[in-house]
């Protein structure tokens, strides 16, 4: 998906978030509202049947609505299928993972597809939960249609323990003195420690995402593009960048307790490391920003370039395009949004683009520009008649990211000649701003405004290549339709050909 709006059209949000400060929002207090969303809750489990029990018990005896809710057990290839015990919520039912893939995210990816709650419930089949949890975290989704309400989990070691007497310790709101000796994940825990429970997240909030006891509305799940099937490691952090990226308010809810039975195993705790490589082609943040530059073995860029090529003379799209390319710092990737399909008097000029650039991984073509970056963290628009210094980009994304900014214009006297969009604010911006306000103030109004100077930092490239500026809607010398029809099947062929090797060399 290249700049894909994560969204339709503009929706009502409530109150707005200023970036991460969750506390603007007024929940209702867990007993003492109607509830209204239907809820999904999807396990995955793998031969796990007597911690199973235990969770379904508990989840017989929640507070949230019976006929709002139902619970989709989803059996991940287990050498003995799981079945329901008779201590199961109502509505409750085992579905089989497709044969085609494993793992947690495959499981849970095939669970959004057979429900219909409004909202998505995510357990782990060794917990022990609340009979409160339900309630607690679906109603962030009731204040705040983009909220992801993350519950708080512990790790506990407990003794042999019946399904009826987790119900019990459930439904007395007992599981707290029962198991007192259960400590937080421990990174999560320090993230929370230190962004003040991620009301002042930076770009990294996104981690504080764990799979094991969530919620998030379908809305917001779908418009991110849904859990990843084929990640077998990582597909909750994954998800969670995208939902944070798609403009999601992520809430950390003391009050949603829930506990694992066992202790905090490396694979549960695992902190960045050589761990993160793994995600680091979906997750720019996952890079370690020492290592050399791989433009062209990431997926997701930190950085999606868009410029505006139609109608453009050939050489003035090279002097633009080849100075982004051969930028310092940041991966980026660069979108040529152009007709390419023109049958118009710049058809050769289209072609010329296409041909120089097919071959080159860190350039794509799209039919009109995207709204947002989607999923790469940022957007930076570029005038076709810019041309950028090789800091330029790196300067404009560390000015952002210092500052939180939710747009940085690189401005030169009064004008604005750059603007950077960091993804996130723009998604939510995109939903939210009123008729007849500028995107830049709900940009600014969710996220913040940076302004830097930069007269030094761009060139005008309309003079330099002997183009003015528009050059490409410049009546052109007609050329005898005798000359030309033979020259475009000529041309039609030698695209047939390089469109092979563009797929064969861009693998997303």
């Not at 506390?23 to 809750?41: F, H, K």
Request: aromatic share 6%.
């Amino acid at each position: 998906m290249v700049g894909a709006s994560p969204h339709g059209p503009a929706e009502h949000l409530g109150p707005r978030v200023f970036r991460n400060d969750w506390s603007v929002l007024d929940p209702p207090e867990v007993g003492a509202w109607a509830p209204g969303p239907t809820v999904s809750i999807v396990i995955p489990v793998r031969d796990d049947q007597t911690r199973l029990d235990l969770v379904l018990a508990c989840l017989a005896r929640q507070t949230y609505p019976e006929h709002l809710m139902e619970v989709v057990v989803v059996d991940d290839h287990s050498a003995t299928p799981p079945r329901l015990p008779g201590l199961r919520p109502d509505r409750c039912r085992i579905e089989a993972a497709p044969p085609h893939g494993w793992g947690p995210g495959h499981a849970r990816a095939h669970g959004a597809r057979v429900t219909t709650g409004e909202v998505l419930c995510w357990l782990d089949a060794d917990l022990l939960v609340e009979a409160t949890l339900v309630e607690a975290l679906v109603r962030w989704q009731h204040a705040h249609p983009r909220a992801v309400a993350l519950g708080d989990v512990r790790y506990a070691t407990v003794s042999a323990l019946d399904p009826a007497e987790a119900a019990g310790l459930a439904a007395g709101r007992a599981l707290r003195h029962r198991l007192t000796d259960a400590p937080p994940h421990p990174r999560v825990e320090r993230l929370l420690a230190r962004s003040d429970n991620l009301r002042d997240a930076d770009s990294q909030g996104f981690r504080a995402f764990v799979g094991s006891c969530v919620t998030m509305s379908r809305t917001l799940y779908e418009a991110a593009g849904g859990v990843d099937p084929a990640l077998a490691l990582g597909h909750d952090t994954e998800l969670g960048y995208r939902l944070w990226q798609a403009g999601g308010v992520f809430v950390p809810d003391r009050s949603a307790r829930a506990w694992h039975l066992g202790s905090a195993t490396v694979n549960r705790t695992r902190v960045p490391g050589t761990r993160s490589d793994a995600l680091s082609d979906l997750v720019p943040y996952a890079r370690s920003p020492h290592r050399p530059r791989r433009r062209a073995q990431c997926r997701v860029p930190l950085v999606r370039v868009v410029v505006d090529v139609d109608q453009h003379p050939y050489e003035l799209v090279r002097a633009c395009v080849d100075r982004l390319l051969a930028c310092d710092g940041p991966d980026l990737e660069v979108v040529l949004a152009a007709d390419w399909d023109t049958a118009g008097e710049t058809w050769l000029e289209a072609r010329l683009i296409q041909a120089h650039y097919l071959a080159d991984p860190g350039v794509r073509f799209v039919p009109a520009a995207p709204r947002t970056g989607f999923p790469a963290p940022y957007l930076l628009r570029v005038p076709v008649t810019c041309g950028v210094g090789p800091q330029t980009v790196a300067r404009m994304v560390e000015r952002a990211e210092w500052a939180g900014a939710g747009v940085v214009e690189l401005v030169h006297g009064h004008d604005a000649r750059l603007t950077l969009w960091r993804t996130r604010a723009l998604s939510r911006a995109l939903g939210a701003h009123d008729a007849g306000e500028e995107l830049v103030e709900a940009v600014a109004a969710v996220h913040g405004r940076y302004r830097m100077h930069g007269g030094a930092e761009v060139v005008d490239l309309s003079s330099r290549v002997g183009f003015p500026e528009g050059a490409g809607d410049c009546p052109r010398r007609r050329i005898p339709s005798a000359l030309v029809r033979p020259w475009r099947r000529l041309t039609a062929a030698a695209l047939r050909g390089l469109d092979v090797v563009r797929r064969r060399l861009r693998v997303r």
